[in-house]
């Protein structure tokens, strides 16, 4: 069965301080994984997308890797503000059929002052 | 940027009765979603739409449940009797193509309230 696991559940940290947010899947076969932003009461929007040969892309100042020989994925977010302060969903996609995806729980981020 | 809109932001309802959540997707793409997001817990595939029929919907997605595109613009998701279960924030999503690398894009959803 595709699964997407997500770590920690919820995470707190003081604006400024980096984090790093992990992502397991059990997805086969691996089409692409995307992490995406959700703010409270808000649709989730993606910030990156990574694909089987890639294991690090940067969008600002989230940076994601991915190996996918462990199937395992990772959303840094460096020198944090108070605007990250949201939910971050791993998604990922397999190959073949419908290209439904498989969405993770999320880790909550609060960013306090 | 073009996006996802959704009508209305909040509905509330009583149980047993019918109600139509609505969603105008991105102009040109041609995919449409339903998705849902109980309280707390993750978001959950409900339906595909594309070519004016249903593509795949998960186990959730019942007899209760119907989608519609009654116009070229406008996206609807019906639910014939509410339960109290159906309380959740129901988000439309839409996309470009059906290819992996195409992203949702999502509404920012229809907090549905059953009492």
């Known amino acids: 069965k595709n699964q997407v696991e997500q770590s920690p559940q919820s995470l707190i940290i003081l604006e400024g301080k980096n984090c790093t947010l992990q992502c397991n899947y059990t997805v086969s076969p691996f089409s692409n994984l995307r992490w995406y932003k959700q703010d409270t009461g808000r649709g989730p929007v993606s910030l990156t997308i990574?694909?089987?040969?890639?294991n690090t892309k940067s969008n600002g100042r989230y940076t994601a890797t991915l190996d996918a020989d462990t199937k395992q994925s990772s959303l840094h977010i460096t020198a944090s503000q108070l605007s990250d302060s949201a939910s971050y969903i791993c998604v990922v996609t397999h190959q073949g059929g419908s290209y439904i995806p498989t969405f993770g729980r999320g880790t909550s981020l609060i960013v306090h002052p | 940027e073009p996006e996802v809109t959704q009508t209305p932001s909040h509905q509330v309802t009583q149980m047993g009765q019918e109600v139509i959540l609505r969603c105008v997707p991105i102009s040109n793409h041609l995919y449409f979603y339903w998705y849902r997001q109980i309280l707390g817990q993750k978001v959950e595939f409900l339906v595909s739409?594309?070519?004016?029929?249903?593509?795949?919907k998960s186990e959730i997605f019942d007899d209760q449940f119907s989608v519609e595109r009654p116009d070229g613009s406008n996206f609807t998701l019906k639910i014939r009797s509410t339960k109290l279960e159906d309380s959740a924030m129901y988000f439309c999503?839409?996309?470009?193509?059906?290819?992996?690398?195409?992203?949702?894009?999502f509404g920012n959803g229809t907090r549905l309230t059953v009492t």
């Open positions: 739409f594309y070519n004016n029929e249903i593509s795949e």
């Open positions: 990574m694909t089987f040969s890639e």
């Open positions: 999503a839409s996309r470009e193509t059906d290819a992996g690398g195409s992203p949702l894009h």
